[in-house]
């Protein structure tokens, strides 16, 4: 799934959640008929690849006949899906790690396949939701990035074993869905919630059960069954990316398309 295309380096997603950096031959766009490259952010390729050993060797994977096995079809007519769209991409490319190959135990390292399923999941939805149905649709017309962002944030955090923790108060040991009419609080440091009146400290918060019952949600349905309707914006994505930024060490100015989101 490239990122980005300089002439013919393109940096991808592969199917195994690795990096891989290629030098594409012959991305079959331009020309006279001014034909869009099948080498696009967001779309899903398949390649050749011409020599494995040499490329394991240079880190280069040298590739030719690329072909968009799934392309985007709406996403480039609506500026903040495409704005959407490089954001996630900018995300993963902070967070997945380079890929290596070892010819000795072959290619089947799954570790980091989350990656690679959050975000093909992620552009799907996208897309979708700015089809020409759904934009008529008036009950869905207005295109919500920062939706499509607490969802996509919270299924990698799943993927990257992040999730707070939801089962219990982290300093009481209550359950917290026994008391679904007190306040509760996500505490970044610690990785879960405290139910009010039990938190470590004194700091003033706003109750993030909102925050709280969406996650419980996103564990539980898969990406393309979720509402988008039950997901955060607002103060409560603020809270949410905060959470993430913590514990991932990223910062908001690490991605330069954040604030064409939010």
Same mark, same amino acid.
């Given at each position: 799934?490239?990122?980005?295309?300089?002439?013919?380096?393109?940096?991808?997603?592969?199917?195994?959640?690795?990096?891989?950096?290629?030098?594409?031959?012959?991305?079959?766009?331009?020309?006279?008929?001014?034909?869009?490259?099948?080498?696009?952010?967001?779309?899903?390729?398949?390649?050749?690849?011409?020599?494995?050993?040499?490329?394991?060797?240079?880190?280069?994977?040298?590739?030719?006949?690329?072909?968009?096995?799934?392309?985007?079809?709406?996403?480039?007519?609506?500026?903040?899906?495409?704005?959407?769209?490089?954001?996630?991409?900018?995300?993963?490319?902070?967070?997945?790690?380079?890929?290596?190959?070892?010819?000795?135990?072959?290619?089947?390292?799954?570790?980091?396949?989350?990656?690679?399923?959050?975000?093909?999941?992620?552009?799907?939805?996208?897309?979708?939701?700015?089809?020409?149905?759904?934009?008529?649709? !008036?009950?869905?017309?207005?295109? /919500?990035?920062?939706?499509?962002? %607490?969802?996509?944030?919270?299924? +990698? #955090? =799943? $993927?990257? &074993?992040?999730?707070?923790?939801?089962? !219990?108060?982290?300093?009481?040991? /209550?359950?917290?869905?026994?008391? %679904?009419?007190?306040?509760?609080? +996500? #505490? =970044? $440091?610690? &990785?879960?919630?405290?139910?009010?009146?039990?938190?470590?400290?004194?700091?003033?918060?706003?109750?993030?059960? %909102?925050?709280?019952?969406?996650?419980?949600?996103?564990?539980?349905?898969?990406?393309?069954?979720?509402?988008?309707?039950?997901?955060?914006?607002?103060?409560?994505?603020?809270?949410?990316?905060?959470?993430?930024?913590?514990?991932?060490?990223?910062?908001?100015?690490?991605?330069?398309?954040?604030?064409?989101?939010?």
């Amino acid at each position: 799934m490239p990122f980005q295309e300089r002439h013919l380096l393109s940096k991808v997603l592969l199917r195994n959640g690795q990096l891989g950096e290629l030098l594409v031959y012959g991305g079959k766009g331009g020309g006279r008929h001014q034909k869009g490259s099948e080498v696009e952010i967001g779309h899903l390729c398949r390649w050749e690849v011409t020599n494995l050993k040499k490329s394991s060797e240079s880190g280069l994977i040298g590739v030719k006949n690329p072909t968009a096995v799934w392309r985007h079809n709406h996403i480039r007519n609506q500026f903040r899906a495409y704005a959407l769209t490089c954001l996630f991409s900018e995300i993963i490319l902070k967070l997945a790690p380079v890929y290596e190959f070892h010819p000795e135990m072959g290619d089947h390292n799954l570790d980091h396949v989350g990656h690679f399923r959050v975000l093909s999941n992620a552009l799907f939805l996208i897309d979708q939701s700015v089809s020409p149905e759904k934009m008529e649709n !008036k009950l869905e017309k207005t295109f /919500l990035p920062s939706k499509h962002l %607490a969802l996509f944030l919270a299924k +990698l #955090m =799943q $993927e990257l &074993g992040l999730y707070p923790l939801l089962e !219990k108060c982290l300093f009481s040991e /209550l359950k917290i869905a026994d008391h %679904a009419e007190e306040n509760i609080y +996500l #505490m =970044q $440091e610690q &990785g879960g919630f405290a139910i009010e009146g039990h938190q470590s400290d004194d700091r003033n918060f706003y109750n993030h059960r %909102a925050i709280y019952n969406f996650l419980c949600k996103v564990r539980t349905t898969r990406y393309q069954d979720f509402s988008l309707e039950d997901s955060l914006e607002g103060d409560d994505l603020k809270v949410l990316l905060d959470y993430f930024f913590y514990h991932t060490h990223l910062k908001s100015f690490d991605l330069k398309s954040l604030s064409l989101v939010l």
